[in-house]
T-cell receptor, first 113, second 112 residues
Framework: DVKVTQSSRYLVKRTGEKVFLECVQDMDHENMFWYRQDPGLGLRLIYFSYDVKMKEKGDIPEGYSVSREKKERFSLILESASTNQTSMYLC????????????FGAGTRLSVL | TQLLEQSPQFLSIQEGENLTVYCNSSSVFSSLQWYRQEPGEGPVLLVTVVTGGEVKKLKRLTFQFGDARKDSSLHITAAQPGDTGLYLCAAVNSGGYQKVTFGTGTKLQVIP
């Protein structure tokens, strides 16, 4: 089975802190994605990566950056956390031959105080 | 950005009842997916529909893709408590990286 692992289930941070959310997938997937999930808004794409060291902005990249130094790992960085970044963050990856099927991690619920 | 509206946003029904969830957009999709997300977990793919008018069945779940490929519906027959969760439609965009745009979600609660 494909496994996508997010390093933390819950995080509490203070305004202004730098926050790292880590995601690892174990199936050699090419594409990886970061979404945030808010009630009534569904999932919104923050950034995605189609290869090591490559990244593309999604629909809501402001206030975020990403890093993909290794194929299996995709990190989301909040340079200076703000209260409006309190949300559920979901990482996903897609298989090279079946790019449409997104495999998700269990999510990280981030609270910024 | 493609906008996908789902209705209803919330649904609370008794076990055994039928229900339909709708997913609508003004844009044409290359294909459309339905995911289910259970509490504390990430979404899991249920089905992908590709052809306008296509109907797919997954046990008690029936998925339909609109003829014009702008809308879709999910019908559940005789709902069970195990169907409880957040249902998300997702439009697959044509293009090199095949980004997926998710709908606003329908939260379903089935009461025993």
């Amino acid at each position: 089975d494909v496994k996508v692992t997010q390093s933390s289930r819950y995080l509490v941070k203070r305004t202004g802190e730098k926050v790292f959310l880590e995601c690892v997938q174990d199936m050699d997937h090419e594409n990886m994605f970061w979404y945030r999930q808010d009630p009534g808004l569904g999932l919104r794409l923050i950034y995605f990566s189609y290869d090591v060291k490559m990244k593309e902005k999604g629909d809501i990249p402001e206030g975020y950056s990403v890093s993909r130094e290794k194929k299996e790992r995709f990190s989301l960085i909040l340079e200076s956390a703000s209260t409006n970044q309190t949300s559920m963050y979901l990482c996903a990856s897609t298989q090279g031959s079946k790019k449409n099927i997104q495999y998700f991690g269990a999510g990280t619920r981030l609270s910024v105080l | 950005t493609q906008l996908l509206e789902q209705s209803p946003q919330f649904l609370s029904i008794q076990e055994g009842e039928n229900l339909t969830v709708y997913c609508n957009s003004s844009s044409v999709f290359s294909s459309l997916q339905w995911y289910r997300q259970e509490p504390g977990e990430g979404p899991v793919l249920l089905v992908t529909v590709v052809t306008g008018g296509e109907v797919k069945k997954l046990k008690r779940l029936t998925f339909q893709f609109g003829d014009a490929r702008k809308d879709s519906s999910l019908h559940i027959t005789a709902a069970q408590p195990g169907d409880t969760g957040l249902y998300l439609c997702a439009a697959v965009n044509s293009g090199g990286y095949q980004k997926v745009t998710f709908g606003t979600g329908t939260k379903l609660q089935v009461i025993p």
